[in-house]
């Protein structure tokens, strides 16, 4: 029991092996991610921290007529969504939740060798995360083996899905794009 004015741990947690595992690479998609995007373009200490210039970023971002891709680039970019607005993140270093996890997506994408990666989105929170584990099976993946990597925070630390901020435990309204080491990204 803890008294005014102290600090409470925050209670330890066993994980599995495999949850453990991908909570290691969460954490390293996240590092990743926060090198290439310096500032959040929708929270306010990042837009006061770059002077405004974090918000201009995702606008530019997001709009193609400030793009002036080769046929053959948006040829591309039309096919692999995730990748082209993560070379525009990178590119610009700015971003919102969506670039962010469009960023991690690609990365552990190329990195999580037989894992399921998957790109998440409740569109009621407007908010995109990147699940490690299949969300869409839950006897498999029960909420304490799926793992968050979810950049956008102030402080992102890879969680268990339990443990996320937007967790739901029927995983009810999610939207979902999957991808697995080795396949070719797409928008389906």
Not at 2 to 13: L, M
Not at 132 to 161: K, T
Request: with cysteine; charged share 20%; proline share 4%.
């Amino acid at each position: 029991e803890a008294r005014a004015g102290e600090a409470t741990a925050t209670p330890r947690k066993v994980v599995s092996r495999r949850a453990l595992a991908y909570l290691q690479l969460a954490q390293q998609a996240i590092d990743h991610t926060r090198r290439v995007i310096e500032f959040q373009g929708n929270q306010v200490d990042a837009i006061n921290a770059s002077g405004g210039n974090a918000y201009y970023r995702t606008d530019v971002i997001r709009t193609r007529a400030w793009w002036n891709l080769t046929p053959e680039a948006q040829a591309i970019a039309d096919t692999d969504l995730e990748a082209a607005v993560a070379a525009k993140a990178e590119y610009l270093s700015g971003g919102n939740c969506y670039e962010y996890a469009a960023v991690a997506y690609t990365y552990l994408s190329s990195l999580a060798k037989g894992v399921a990666v998957q790109r998440a989105m409740y569109a009621d929170v407007d908010h995109v995360f990147v699940v490690l584990g299949d969300i869409c099976d839950p006897q498999e993946f029960p909420d304490h083996e799926l793992v968050i990597a979810d950049a956008w925070p102030y402080s992102p630390q890879a969680c268990l899905w339990e443990d996320h901020f937007v967790y739901n435990p029927d995983r009810a309204g999610l939207e979902i794009k999957t991808a697995r080491w080795g396949d070719r990204l797409s928008n389906g």
